[in-house]
């Protein structure tokens, strides 16, 4: 079982940044990707962002161009660079990780973290 911690989240203002840790506990099998998520309270979690072993990356069009999913495989960590941040990027964000071929929104298997609050406002 790998657990994952999410650190990095803040208060920033509207085109602001905002880099955001994933720290996984064990190794990923090398057929799985890892994902980011971000969830709105009182809405569904939403994927946005992924990142194969590989290193082929994917993203949700509301974060394309502004967005960029990394990962040190030596470390076990998964980052996400945020830039030009907008007031509905506004979410908890939580990582985790699942099997490549399953559809981005129900192929999470590990059990979840508990996130990272990011608030952009001015």
């Known amino acids: 079982q790998v657990e994952f911690v999410e650190s990095g989240g803040g208060s920033v203002q509207p085109g602001g940044s905002l880099r955001l840790s994933c720290a996984a506990s064990?190794?990923?099998?090398?057929?799985?990707?890892v994902d980011w998520y971000r969830q709105v309270q009182g809405s569904q979690r939403e994927w946005i962002a992924s990142?194969?072993?590989?290193?082929?990356?994917d993203y949700d069009d509301s974060v394309k161009g502004r967005f960029t999913i990394s990962r040190d495989n030596v470390k076990n960590t998964v980052y996400l660079q945020m830039n030009s941040l907008k007031p509905e990027d506004t979410a908890v964000y939580y990582c985790?990780?699942?099997?490549?071929?399953?559809?981005?929104?129900?192929?999470?298997?590990?059990?979840w973290g508990q996130g990272t609050q990011v608030t952009v406002s001015s």
């Open positions: 985790n990780a699942g099997p490549i071929w399953v559809s981005r929104d129900n192929r999470a298997v590990f059990a």
């Open positions: 064990g190794r990923i099998a090398s057929s799985y990707t």
């Open positions: 990142i194969a072993s590989g290193l082929s990356t």
